[in-house]
């Protein structure tokens, strides 16, 4: 195992579509395509502009907009399946990319719920804690995961 995948938490067995219902974090709701559609499409400009941001060295706003462009391919594979996740519940759009992905991708799914956690620490913090500001090579990371689950949402999509 490398030192990079020791980094991202393990996670335990996927929910289900009905645990995740009971908990309240879905709900099945009348989806039309073009929802999943511009879900993608906003998940794929988020990534070219995370791109551009880090290229003019904004590592922290680019980072912030990786972990969106992750949150919205999470959001187009939820509304595939006729869902809608519940307001201010990302951490269901892990566990429902978990379910869709399958235990092959789990690393990405590991690499996924890290950077939202980060997200959520950079995005609430309280002044004095900490340093809001991001690594350059966390960005990548970042950016990178983003990628890699663009291009499995689009494979999914797809089929």
């Known amino acids: ?38 879900a993608y499409k906003a998940a794929t400009e988020e990534l070219s ?16 907009l990786a972990v ?3 949150i919205m391919s999470g959001m187009a594979l939820v509304y595939r399946e006729g869902y809608r996740p519940r307001a201010r519940a990302i951490i269901a759009l892990v566990h429902f990319a978990e379910i869709n992905l399958g235990p092959e991708h789990r690393n990405l799914i590991n690499r ?8 959520n620490t950079r995005a609430f913090y ?11 090579h966390l960005t990548k990371e970042a950016l990178d995961t983003a990628q890699e689950l663009l291009i499995v949402t689009k494979e999914l999509l797809a089929s």
């Open 68 to 70: 969106e462009s992750m």
């Open 126 to 136: 309280v002044m004095g804690r900490f340093d809001p500001q991001v690594e350059p």
């Open 49 to 64: 502009a995370a791109k551009l941001l880090l290229q003019k060295n904004y590592p922290t706003q680019s980072f912030r």
């Open 1 to 38: 195992m490398t030192r990079r995948e020791r980094r991202y938490r393990k996670r335990k067995a996927p929910m289900t579509y009905g645990e995740l219902e009971a908990r309240g974090m879905i709900r099945k709701t009348n989806i039309q395509p073009e929802e999943v559609v511009a």
């Open 112 to 119: 996924f719920d890290y950077f939202r956690q980060h997200r």
